[in-house]
């Protein structure tokens, strides 16, 4: 099989099986569940699909953490069988361009280690397979006509470039072949190499995409509403790989409708909340069971605090700017790691957590200032009313 050419490529063996659908299969490994640590650059990326997802209809589904770190399951539009995108994010950066040698190197000389090996043994479920490898590094001169997209002229001119890749894997990997009987030819036919930038890269192309996204869908974002919108998709990205095939498959899958059905929700609080006085904050509150005392004096801080951003007190005060990006950073992270299950405490309690949070950089200020706790924790509630921040936890 190893000896087939491009231009014979027989399928017929994938068909003797009645194999089970990518959905239900069960992962040959879970490494990542119990690897979640460091992955940052590999949720970035998830996002970014999920940005897909919204963008392009026939993403019907995306796995974060099954069979390989993120699965896109397309609807090929055809009436026949669906495709599924088997994604390796390497976050590890290689002193090195990648090459056919490091694309078939195994771990200890054991079979079935490599990249290559990995990534084709997920060619094993109902759906046509299709394979994606995104690294930071570039990759070298003889593997840079997969880094254009499948069916585009380049590829097709190439074909001579592909079999010299096919000779050389076949020295390395002789005895290379999926489940379903594909060689190398295929996985060459089918793959794409995406070279992507760091992680700071692609979470500035993240922010641009959702304000075009935005755009286009009439209710513009400013930056900040971008900025949280993002760490929730990153944060639901994050969970879904951390869960476990069995017993949360479901959560590990997220459906284009459920996806699309959130963005429109948080959209439209967003949008609300350019235009709020204090409304959504009320609703927030009341939705954390906070009494209605609490209530009123978080209005009547908000009131003050915005207000107080409108006198030279504070507009010309040059600490200003920094001072509420210090409590946007610090709202963000408290609120990571409550959304996370990092947290074990009620809606209540992470309300007065973040109070706490607002005293502690009072309590920093620099001698000689004036107390800025009313300050601080007005913006704490401007924050929370213009959608930025839930003392509930996050549904997803």
């Given amino acids: 099989m190893n000896s087939k050419s491009f231009n014979a490529v027989d399928e017929s063996q994938s068909r003797i099986y009645d194999w089970p659908s990518v959905d239900q299969c069960k992962p040959l490994e879970e490494g990542g569940p119990e690897a979640r ?3 940052n650059y590999q949720d970035e990326i998830a996002v970014s699909f999920l940005l897909d ?3 392009d209809p026939s993403i019907i589904r995306i796995h974060c953490e099954t069979h390989d770190d993120i699965v896109v399951v397309r609807d090929t539009g055809d009436g026949k069988e669906n495709c599924a995108e088997y994604v390796q994010v390497k976050a590890s950066e290689l002193d090195q361009l990648w090459t056919i040698a490091t694309l078939c190197q195994r771990k200890n000389s054991k079979q079935g280690t490599s990249i290559l090996e990995r990534s084709i043994a997920h060619d094993r479920c109902n759906e046509k397979s299709r394979f994606r490898v995104v690294t930071l590094r570039q990759v070298s001169a003889k593997l840079r006509i997969l880094t254009f997209p499948i069916l585009s002229e380049a590829r097709v001119r190439g074909r001579n470039q ?3 890749i096919k000779s050389e894997i076949e020295k390395k990997c002789s005895d290379l072949v999926s489940p379903k009987g594909n060689d190398c030819v295929y996985w060459l036919e089918n793959c794409h190499w995406d070279v992507r930038n760091d992680e700071e890269s ?12 935005s755009c286009a869908r009439g209710s513009p974002m400013l930056h900040d509403s971008i900025v949280s919108l993002l760490d929730e998709m990153r944060l639901w990205a ?18 284009r409708n459920e996806l699309c059905q959130w963005w429109d929700k948080r959209a439209n609080e967003i949008l ?5 006085s204090g409304g959504n904050l009320v609703r927030k509150m009341k939705e954390a069971s906070l009494p209605q005392d609490v209530i009123n004096s978080a209005l009547d801080l908000r009131r003050k605090y915005t207000r107080s951003l409108r006198t030279p007190r504070y507009a010309d005060d040059d600490i200003t700017e920094d001072l509420l990006a210090q409590v946007q950073a610090e709202l963000i992270s408290l609120r990571s790691r409550y959304t996370a299950g990092l947290l074990d405490v009620d809606a209540q309690a ?7 949070k607002m005293d502690e950089i009072n309590r920093g200020r620099q001698l000689r200032e004036p107390d800025l706790s009313p300050f601080l924790k007005g913006c704490l509630y401007d924050v929370a009313d213009r959608c930025l921040l839930k003392f509930e936890k996050m549904a997803i």
Avoid: T
Wanted: aromatic letters at 8%.
């Fill in 53 to 55: 997802m919204i963008e």
């Fill in 350 to 356: 992470f309300h007065v957590m973040c109070l706490d």
């Fill in 37 to 39: 640590r460091g992955f």
């Fill in 272 to 276: 609300s909340a350019s235009h709020s």
């Fill in 202 to 213: 692609v979470r500035c192309q993240n922010v641009l995409r959702v304000y075009k996204i």
């Fill in 162 to 164: 592909l079999n010299e």
């Fill in 238 to 255: 994050m969970k879904a790989g951390s869960a476990p095939w069995v017993p949360d498959r479901a959560k590990k899958i997220i459906p």
